[in-house]
């Protein structure tokens, strides 16, 4: 599949050095939220998803980096829905994925579809 990606490399790679930070200063944070655990585990989850593709994005290019959060977002099961405590990591890397699809503009049909494409936690 071939996307229109319009941001270089660096310009993925710095946009993901951002959210990086955010999650980072989401981590810090913690503590002073009224479920310290669950917001810690959702903000190292964005921050890991945010440094592989950074990883993936520096190595390989705009269009592998897109190719692979499509792949690793279908991956993720889906737990829309389920009580905000529950499921902090699998939420915390589907928030992640689609802060970089809203950031390199994915098209949002290609967003829906790949939505759909993920199955429910069993």
């Known amino acids: 599949m071939e996307f229109k990606i319009t941001l270089t490399t660096e310009e993925i790679v710095r946009g993901l050095k951002h959210y990086r930070r955010i999650a980072k200063q989401d981590v810090l944070r913690a503590p002073e ?10 903000a190292e989850a964005r921050r ?3 440094a592989k ?3 993936v994005a520096e190595a390989e290019g705009p269009e592998a980096v897109v190719q692979y959060a ?6 993720l099961p889906f737990v829309t829905g389920t009580p905000e405590d529950q499921y ?8 992640a994925l689609e802060n970089f699809f809203l950031m390199i503009g994915l098209d949002p049909k290609t967003r829906r579809e790949a939505r759909k494409a993920r199955k429910p936690l069993q």
């Open 88 to 95: 902090p990591e699998i939420k915390g890397q589907e928030n």
């Open 70 to 75: 499509l792949e690793l977002y279908k991956s």
């Open 53 to 55: 593709l950074a990883e």
């Open 48 to 50: 890991e998803v945010y």
């Open 33 to 42: 939220t009224p479920n310290p655990e669950v917001f810690r585990r959702h």
